[in-house]
């Protein structure tokens, strides 16, 4: 497979392409203009003046791999940047539960040094009968807190037809099990809005950047990969965060790389650990639940932080920062 990029407006390689017997696609991304055209032979063949570069892409995931963009990906989201030299981290409840418990936190990681507030407006649970989340009313109480203490948004969305509600969430997350609900991907994509897309349970790591690459395809590169722990035969954490994929994934792309240390810890007592270790594995970004009772808590009692514990948690992740010439 083949990335053309473009020193102009695609018409003329169009007209050529649709004549051969080639497959592509046009996309605009990161201001430059692309076509991704398939088979080789074909691809090879086309020649053109408007044609900057052809790239030879030998990955399954085209558009999310650094072999046509050399440079890493900066995600700007509402001023907060993401994959540059500082360690941005997103706390706050697994489950919106109602407003004083959202504001209670957000004010607590505001002040621990969080960049973004996080919080589940929609739940999906295993069990129907679990807690589903408040909704609409979970995305309204996000919002005001985030009016309240500046602090930006990210909240997972489950069904497109949900998108109006998200207008003024500013980074939709793409959970586990919606990593290859490729009709939701290209959906989001389309939508334009940032977006955390964590690695499914079961996906291995060219399966998590080929989900990028829907996004990517849509026009969107504000994209950030999430490292959330994979389903393993191991049983004494919830699931098996994969700092080596997550290592990986940052070789293999331009994208920047956040990890959950939460949900694959599935005990408050060994977020910590994770969360540390994943930063001095590269990590730009941090997913931390935190309640401020966690033990009442809807959803993920048993993994979420108090505020106190997210407070003692960011003053280690500075000093650790400082130590990898890092900042927070």
């Known amino acids: 497979m083949y990335v053309f990029i473009m020193k102009r407006k695609w018409d003329s390689v169009k007209e050529k392409l649709e004549k051969s ?34 790239v030879r892409v030998k990955t399954p995931f085209v558009l999310s791999g650094n072999e046509w963009k050399k440079e890493k990906t900066i995600v ?31 004010k607590g990681v505001k002040r621990a040094g969080a960049k973004f507030l996080r919080g589940g407006a929609y739940k999906p649970r295993t069990s129907p009968f679990s807690f589903q989340g408040l909704g609409p009313k979970g995305i309204e109480i996000l919002t005001k807190a985030s009016e309240s203490t500046g602090l930006p948004t990210v909240t997972e969305l489950l069904d497109a037809r949900d998108l109006p509600y998200f207008d003024r969430v500013n980074m939709i997350q793409i959970g586990a099990r ?22 499914g349970m079961g996906n291995t790591v060219d399966e998590w950047l080929s989900s990028a690459d829907y996004v990517l395809a849509e026009g969107n590169g504000s ?9 393993t035969f191991e049983h004494s954490t919830r699931f098996t965060i994969d700092i080596g994929g997550m290592i990986v994934a940052k ?3 331009h994208l920047p790389v956040c990890a959950d240390p939460s949900h694959p810890a599935g005990d408050r007592e060994l977020v910590r650990s994770m969360a540390l270790a994943s930063i001095a594995a590269g990590a730009d970004m941090l997913l931390i639940e935190v309640h401020p009772e966690p033990e009442k808590a809807l959803s993920d009692s048993k993994q979420q932080l108090t505020i106190s514990m997210f407070e003692e948690l960011m003053n280690q992740i500075r000093g650790l920062s400082k130590v990898i010439g890092r900042r927070i």
């Open 178 to 199: 919606n990593s290859q609900n490729f009709t939701l991907l290209r959906d989001v994509g389309k939508y334009g809005k940032p977006v955390l897309l964590k690695r």
């Open 223 to 231: 994209v950030v990969l999430c490292e959330r722990g994979i389903r």
């Open 76 to 106: 700007d989201v509402n001023g907060v940047e993401i994959g540059g030299n500082d360690v941005v981290v997103a706390a706050g409840p697994c489950a919106v539960e109602s407003e004083e418990q959202v504001f209670e936190v957000a």
């Open 21 to 54: 017997s080639a497959s592509f696609k046009s996309v605009e991304l990161y201001g430059k203009q692309l076509m991704i055209v398939w088979p080789d032979e074909e691809a090879i063949r086309i020649d053109d003046p408007s044609i900057e570069i052809k």
């Open 251 to 253: 070789r293999l792309s």
